[in-house]
C-alpha cells in the first residue's frame, strides 16, 4: 500500500498487469490476517477481485483462489512489481498456450530484470504441486516445487538475447521503494511506459540503478 506517484504499490501493479491481452481476470490473493484488511477494503473499494487465504502456505492460498474463481490456467504475477510489463505477462501467456507446458516462466536474474517476474501453470498442475510440495519454503513461495521437478512437469522457460539480470525492480526494501519512485518520477505517473523505456532510462541515467544495487536477493530458504 506504499505510494508511487499518488497511487498504492498493489494498484499499480494490478492497473499494468490488466492491461495484458491474454488475461481474461485479475484476482489479487491476500491472507485471512487483520493486518491485510486494509488489501482487502482497497480491493472492495477499487472493484478488485480479492480471494483470502492462508498467510504463510502461500501454495495453498493460489490454489484455493484459482478454484474460487474456476481458472482453468493461472497467471502468478507478485504484488511487489510495479513495473510489471503486459507486454512481458502476454509474451509468456502465448508461449504457454502455443508451446502447452505444465509451467513457463520468464528467466528472472540471469535474462529479465527482477521484478518482471511472470510464471503461467495449469491447474492440473498447481494442483500437484499443492499436493506434493512438503518444504515451507516451497509453500511460501508458491512454485519451487516446479523449478525443483522438470522431470515432473514440461517447464518452459523464456529468455531474452540480452542480458538485464543485473537489475532489481521489485520492491522489498526501502532502496527499491526509492529506485521505483525515480522511475515513475522520470517517466511519468501513468502505467503506459514499458519495460524497454526503463532500460533506456537506466542507459541514460545509470545512477538510477545504483539506488537500490546493495540489495541483496535473499534466497527461497530464508523466506
Given at each position: 500500500m506504499k505510494d508511487i506517484?499518488?497511487?498504492?504499490?498493489?494498484?499499480?501493479v494490478v492497473?499494468?498487469?490488466?492491461?495484458?491481452?491474454?488475461?481474461?481476470?485479475?484476482?489479487?490473493?491476500?491472507?485471512?490476517?487483520?493486518?491485510?484488511?486494509?488489501?482487502?477494503?482497497?480491493?472492495?473499494?477499487?472493484?478488485?477481485?480479492?480471494?483470502?487465504?492462508?498467510?504463510?502456505d502461500v501454495l495453498d492460498r493460489y490454489y484455493r483462489a484459482a478454484k474460487a474463481y474456476a481458472a482453468e490456467v493461472i497467471?502468478?504475477?507478485?504484488?511487489?512489481?510495479?513495473?510489471?510489463?503486459?507486454?512481458?505477462?502476454?509474451?509468456?501467456?502465448?508461449?504457454?498456450?502455443?508451446?502447452?507446458?505444465?509451467?513457463?516462466?520468464?528467466?528472472?536474474?540471469?535474462?529479465?530484470?527482477r521484478g518482471l517476474d511472470v510464471e503461467v501453470m495449469s491447474i492440473a498442475a498447481l494442483e500437484r504441486a499443492w499436493s506434493e510440495a512438503a518444504d515451507g519454503y516451497q509453500r511460501t513461495h508458491v512454485t519451487p516445487y516446479f523449478h525443483m521437478n522438470p522431470g515432473t512437469f514440461r517447464c518452459l522457460?523464456?529468455?531474452?538475447?540480452?542480458?538485464y539480470g543485473s537489475y532489481?525492480?521489485?520492491?522489498?526494501?526501502?532502496?527499491?521503494?526509492?529506485?521505483?519512485?525515480?522511475?515513475?518520477?522520470r517517466l511519468g505517473p501513468g502505467?503506459?511506459?514499458?519495460?524497454?523505456?526503463?532500460?533506456?532510462?537506466?542507459?541514460?541515467e545509470p545512477l538510477l540503478a545504483a539506488i537500490n544495487s546493495a540489495v541483496r536477493q535473499k534466497s527461497m530458504e530464508e523466506g
Open positions: 506517484a499518488g497511487k498504492p504499490m498493489l494498484e499499480r492497473n499494468r498487469v490488466r492491461r495484458a491481452r491474454t488475461l481474461q481476470a485479475v484476482v489479487v490473493a491476500t491472507s485471512t490476517k487483520a493486518a491485510d484488511d486494509e488489501i482487502a477494503e482497497f480491493c472492495d473499494a477499487s472493484r478488485i477481485p480479492v480471494f483470502r487465504g492462508n498467510e504463510l497467471v502468478r504475477v507478485t504484488s511487489d512489481c510495479p513495473l510489471i510489463d503486459p507486454e512481458v505477462v502476454d509474451r509468456v501467456v502465448r508461449a504457454y498456450l502455443d508451446r502447452h507446458p505444465d509451467f513457463a516462466w520468464n528467466d528472472i536474474g540471469s535474462s529479465f530484470p522457460a523464456l529468455t531474452e538475447d540480452n542480458d532489481r525492480w521489485t520492491v522489498d526494501t526501502v532502496e527499491d521503494l526509492e529506485f521505483v519512485r525515480a522511475i515513475y518520477a502505467e503506459d511506459f514499458g519495460w524497454g523505456e526503463v532500460v533506456a532510462l537506466l542507459h541514460e
